[in-house]
């Protein structure tokens, strides 16, 4: 019997260890480990599933889909806001469950688990102005029509960096359309999903609309969510290597996809900006979740003039940052994942640094742990080092000289990933054109804090496509029919 090791919570039955299918907890056989990135300690050993119950939740979704899309828009949003109003209830726990899984300070936590529930209130409520059109005929004697229906059945993938948010976002658009709903959570995170399932269990939320599968082989189990021909609908948030072969298995059966991948966010100072607050700005932006988020500032451009300036700022800045396990009171910076994302990330420092990068802070691993990698700014950064190239996904941050303005939104756009840029400028002018010429699909004007349920997250380019949140989170779940009436005259 699977079971949770260390964990106390408030409410027990959060911390399920079993597949959800169908509204029934599956046992297994095979079991996997659950490690506390920040002391190594296993919390949890939960059920380890494959091909055949991710087969069982599409049949058992693809059944469901008839009544739940047959609901009226306003049952499903009342069903959506009991979901939410759990997930709020539950807050406390429910970012202890994913500290202890992922390794982020808790007060983020709190704010990943606010934010992936306002998603859910959100949609309910956007699920109620799925609105279609009435286009004026080219005769009298027609009529037409558009409507939007839902997709059909949705499968996801979704990462360990927001175990619960990534789901919450895209289930609830999914669930607000009338669509069901099975996803496959990282390995590395299963217990937050699967208090989400509790808790849209206790929502009222019917058997088989919303399903969570546990397993480690991640290659056959995703095979299966998306070539099934009964899936209509495919999302997925990871690397975009891992995007890119999903998308191809996709393409046997002609899914709609929706890929959020990778991102090499630059961050742009301008010699007029407002320098304690790009400071301020990047620091959030960089080290929230240690880094490992794909909207992070990847590499720091700022402006020659002001270069000595920022830096000193900067490097105080980062000083102040405390590294510890997320459970401590005043920890900002957590744990990476595990002991090979560390390798990964001390392996782009140290490559640079041979290329002539220069170490101001940081460089190694921390006296915290295994997996725990020090706050780290270099300077001296070209374009072409590793640190500069990569998605870092760690607490690095590389800082890269600029002269003007067109050289810096070359440099900006050298990169085959498109999420989020960030520039601070006081010039309005200059706001708008280097808005303009950035491509990327969120840009942050003066904020290093962009994500919130009433914009349109995704990106350009080969960091993917389709929008998450906002009135636009809808699209993606929806099919547009478009009826012409004849006849109207005889």
Known sequence: MQHTQSIELKDKQLAKTLSYVNGQWLESENHVAVINPANGDQIATVSNHGVNETELAIKHAKAAMVAWSSMTALHRAELLRKWFNLVMEHQDDLANLLTQEQGKPINEAKGEIAYGASFIEWFAEEGKRIYGDIIPAPSNDKRIIVIKEPVGLVTAITPWNFPNAMIARKAAAALAAGCTFVVRPAIQTPLSALALAELADRAGIPPGVFNVV????????????????????????????????????????????????????????????????????????????????????????????????????????????TIGNGLDEGVIVGPLISSDAVNAVDKMVKDSIALGAK????????????????????????????????????????????????????????????LAAYFYTRDIGRIWRVATKLQYGMIGINEGIISNTAAPFGGMKQSGYGREGSKYGLDDYLDIKYLCMGGLNS
């Open 214 to 321: 546990v397993g480690t082989d991640a290659s056959a189990m995703g095979k299966v969510l998306t070539q099934h021909s009964d899936v209509a609908k495919f999302t997925f948030t990871g690397s975009t290597d891992v995007g890119k072969k999903l998308i191809s298995q996709c393409a046997t059966t002609v899914k709609k996809v929706s890929m959020e991948l990778g991102g090499n966010a630059p961050f742009i100072v301008f010699d007029d900006a407002d320098i304690d607050a790009s400071v301020l700005g990047a620091v959030q932006s960089k080290y929230r979740n240690a880094g490992q988020t794909c909207v992070c500032t990847n590499r720091i451009f700022v402006q020659k003039k002001v270069l000595a300036q920022f830096t000193q700022k900067y490097l105080l800045a980062v000083k102040e940052l």
């Open 359 to 418: 170490l101001l802070l940081g460089g190694k691993r921390d006296k915290a742990g295994d997996n725990f990698y020090q706050p780290t700014v270099l300077s001296q950064v070209s374009t072409d080092m590793p640190i500069a190239k990569n998605e870092i996904f760690g607490p690095v941050s590389p800082i890269i000289a600029f002269e003007n303005e067109e050289d810096v939104i070359t440099m900006a756009n050298e990169t085959e990933y498109g």
